[in-house]
């Protein structure tokens, strides 16, 4: 018979062998619950189980699932529950929902390989509201779901515990609710804080130690991710279809949550009424993932060629685990931000968010290689710009997170963030689960760092690197470390001096690996607010795209309308003389609105003089620094911040003269002295000062290729002709 798990072990275990003791084996899974391997059937009188399932899309090492099996279940469901709160509160673009769908079909099809009656129950109400109903009909006696301490998340699933609390209460009967560790995590965040002092992890060298006295719980040593567990070979049933059936129940009072307000109703697209709420198990009352028509999104605004689903992940996995070379040596600061199909780092990261690839396996799979490559006497890439660093940078920020909760990812109350008086500074609520909270608007104090913001998002800032950069995040939905660096530092601190909430909010809406922790902390770091705060060192948006590539191939790519121009221009083609523009067939003139025809198209001029706004932004952070305000200071609370930094109280300040923001004090310093075509995060390595070889590259990286042109197809669209 076959037992329920795939052992991913070399001695496979013995069958009927209830294990006592976990044991470790090379590339892993200490086994912690028992496992039967009776007759793949359910368990008769086994308990009814409810899985739900959040951001661990897969079914390899899932914590979650083993728990759920070693229940022996008589049934077993496993759910998504469709959250009003992504749908219409959260900012998602169409394609992190394309990633998300593809994710959610693959792991359905997945869970119907173990057991043709399975799939993924997709329920289309909100998980407060919705589980405690589907207890209540389907007599379940075990809720099980994996834990995430991210604080939209730990707010929802305490009142899903109140909610089954009282529910067992009426019911007369016990229901379980089971949160196991997290699986989203090297570490469990609120370990890393509790090991850290209480406090939110702030360096690389407080996280490591904090991760040195976690004891991983599986015989691992201390410090160590506990190992990746067995997949499962089987599933039991879920009901039988007349009792899942909802439509039938009569107490089943589906709710169709409030659409309003709806942060993402600009993007849907489609001119139709969305249909994704309209039947609780959906249109053919068979718990089917939800499609993007229903949800009035345009298919073709999804426009990434990144894949979402375990297969796709496990594949790219593989594919780099199998190249010794490229895993033994990468270093971050050694990838090139302009490198692309394929691109120089693993692109695994919308992986990691929606827990289609576990993190634990593609730190386990790397530690194999790394062994491997020792035994073999080459050296190995230093922490922590190699890939376990980039892994507990990751870490990091999850636990600063888990000690902040929902005032990490604003400035407002925030007792990391340090106060800078950024133009365009969020609007704060009172709210029901806290003072000061985010109301999702902005303070236009500047009517010219609105239009600077606006530009910077929709790629027209006139600068090709920070432009290309731009439309890549918007139409692929992902960009490499350092080009979000570049266009992070330019947004904020070295450029516009926008806060970097507003870009916070950008990546939120259009990267398919958003992870608020990632996101936020990352902000945070570019922008000196905190884990930072070298603001001295900014980047080029001229010479820093141009060390990583003289000929321009990236910005060719994505900013298809310079792609005639010469290499000695293309990061500049303002500075090309008039008639070699004509020639190339794009005229450098405008703000990027009028996109010009085919024939010839139109380009804009920088927006800015880019030195001086560099000088006007070191001063600014200079003054700020001065203050030493913090986002928790009453100064900051109150709103006495503004009268401390000559702030408007309100509406637009403009220039007298020219509507421009207040105009740059000229600095002694030269511009060239403070301008590092770098930058540098001596702190991490993220960067150095050395000329950056392409040390880590992947095999067929066609990088320079003429291959490269993007076929950017109702992209940049030509205006008049
Ligand atoms: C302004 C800004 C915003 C960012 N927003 C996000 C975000 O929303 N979600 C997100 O996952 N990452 C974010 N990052 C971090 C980083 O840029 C991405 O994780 C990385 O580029 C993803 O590409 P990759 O998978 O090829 O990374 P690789 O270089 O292949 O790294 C492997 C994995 O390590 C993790 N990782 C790498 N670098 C970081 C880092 N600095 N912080 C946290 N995790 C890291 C990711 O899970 C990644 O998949 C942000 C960085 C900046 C500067």
Same mark, same amino acid.
């Given at each position: ?40 059937s359910n368990?008769? %009188? ?11 899309? +897969? ?13 022996e279940p ?16 959260? +900012?998602?673009?169409? %394609? ?38 589907l207890i ?13 301490t ?6 929802r ?7 089954v ?59 160590? #991710? ?6 499962? @070979? ?6 039988d ?11 089943f ?10 942060? %993402? ?19 053919? %009352? ?6 993007l028509e ?32 490229y ?30 690839l576990?993190i +634990? ?9 790394f ?6 006497g ?28 929902w ?27 806290g003072?000061h909270l ?15 913001? &606006? ?5 027209? @800032?006139?600068?090709?690197?920070i ?11 992902w960009?490499?470390?350092? /080009? ?8 904020? &601190?070295? /450029?516009?001096y ?41 980047y ?5 795209g ?28 303002? $500075? ?6 004509? &020639?190339?067939g ?6 990027g ?11 804009p ?9 560099r ?38 300040k ?8 207040? $105009? ?10 403070? @301008?590092?075509?770098y /930058? ?5 390595g ?5 000329? #950056? ?18 076929k ?10």
């Amino acid at each position: 018979m076959p037992p329920k798990f795939k052992q991913n072990t070399s001695k496979a275990q013995p069958e009927a062998t209830p294990l006592k003791s976990p044991t470790r084996s090379k590339v892993g899974p200490p086994v912690k619950y028992s496992i039967q391997s009776n007759a793949p059937s359910n368990s008769s %009188n086994g308990p009814r189980v409810l899985y739900w399932f959040r951001t661990d899309l +897969r079914i390899h090492d899932s914590p979650a699932i083993h728990h759920a099996l070693s229940l022996e279940p008589s049934a077993f469901i496993p759910i998504w529950t469709w959250d009003p709160h992504y749908v219409y509160r959260a +900012r998602v673009g169409p %394609n992190r929902w394309k990633f998300l769908l593809e994710s959610q079909q693959v792991l359905s099809d997945r869970l119907k390989e173990l057991n043709p009656k399975q799939k993924l129950h997709v329920v289309r109400e909100g998980p407060t509201t919705v589980i405690p109903k589907l207890i209540r009909k389907w007599k379940i006696d075990v809720l099980v779901f994996e834990k995430d301490t991210d604080a939209y998340a730990k707010d929802r699933d305490k009142e899903v515990f109140e909610k089954v609390g009282a529910l067992s209460k009426e019911l007369g009967r016990e229901v379980k609710v089971v949160t196991t560790v997290m699986g989203r995590t090297l570490f469990d965040p609120d370990e890393l804080v509790k090991k850290n002092g209480g406090k939110p992890t702030m360096t690389m060298a407080q996280t490591v130690k904090a991760a040195e006295q976690i004891d991983p719980g599986d015989g691992g040593k201390k410090g160590e #991710p506990r190992r990746c567990l067995p997949t499962p @070979t089987w599933l039991p049933d879920p009901l039988d279809p007349t009792e899942m059936d909802l439509s039938s129940a009569a107490e089943f009072q589906h709710e169709v949550p409030d659409r309003k307000p709806d942060v %993402n109703e600009g993007q849907r697209g489609l001119d139709k009424e969305e249909q994704h709420y309209e039947n609780v198990a959906g249109p053919n %009352n068979d718990f089917a993932v939800v499609t993007l028509e229903e949800m009035a999104i345009d298919p073709k605004m999804a426009m990434t060629p990144h894949k979402g689903g375990e297969l796709e992940a496990l594949r790219l996995l593989k594919s780099y685990i199998d190249n010794e070379e490229y895993v033994g040596t990468f270093e971050k600061p050694k990838s090139s931000p302009a490198d692309f199909e394929p691109q120089s780092t693993t692109l695994l990261s919308p992986h990691h968010h929606f827990g289609t690839l576990s993190i +634990r396996k593609f730190w386990w799979d790397v530690q194999e290689v790394f062994e491997k490559r020792k035994k073999a006497g080459k050296t190995n890439a230093p922490e922590p710009t190699n890939f376990p660093g980039q892994l507990l940078f990751r870490d990091m920020y999850f636990g600063a997170q888990a000690a902040l909760g929902w005032a990490f990812a604003q400035t407002q109350g925030n007792p990391i963030a340090r106060f800078i008086p950024w133009h365009l500074q969020s609007n704060y609520s009172d709210s029901p689960v806290g003072e000061h909270l985010l109301d999702g608007t902005y303070n236009v104090d500047d009517e010219k760092a609105e239009e600077y913001f &606006r530009r910077w998002k929709e790629g027209r @800032t006139g600068f090709p690197w920070i432009d290309a950069l731009m439309r890549q995040l918007k139409y692929e939905g992902w960009m490499h470390h350092l /080009g979000r660096h570049s266009v992070a530092s330019f947004l904020t &601190r070295g /450029g516009c001096y926008v806060s970097w909430e507003r870009g916070a909010e950008v990546f939120e809406e259009w990267l398919i690996d958003h992870e608020t922790a990632c996101n936020v902390g990352n902000w945070m770091w570019l922008s000196c607010t905190a884990f930072f705060s070298q603001f001295t060192r900014v980047y080029s948006p001229i010479a820093f795209g141009k060390k990583w590539d003289p000929e321009g191939h990236f910005v060719r790519k994505y900013v298809p309308e310079l792609k005639n121009f010469d290499s000695k221009y293309i990061y500049e083609p303002n $500075k090309a003389p008039i008639a070699d523009q004509k &020639r190339w067939g794009c005229q450098i003139t405008g703000d990027g609105i009028d996109t010009g025809t085919e024939e010839m198209a139109k380009y804009p001029k920088p927006m800015f003089d880019f030195s001086e706004m560099r000088s006007f932004c070191l001063d600014k952070m200079k003054e700020a620094y001065g203050a030493h305000l913090y986002g928790d200071d009453p100064k900051v609370l109150s709103g006495e911040w503004k009268k401390i930094f000559e702030y408007p109280e309100g509406g637009v300040k403009k220039d007298e003269a020219a509507g421009t923001m207040s $105009k740059p004090k000229k600095r002694t310093r030269s511009v060239e002295e403070h @301008t590092d075509a770098y /930058g540098t995060d001596a702190d991490v390595g993220y960067l150095t000062d050395e000329e #950056p070889p392409h040390k880590a590259k992947r095999g067929n990286n066609t990088k320079g290729s003429k291959g490269g042109q993007l076929k950017l197809d109702g992209i940049v669209t030509r205006g008049k002709k």
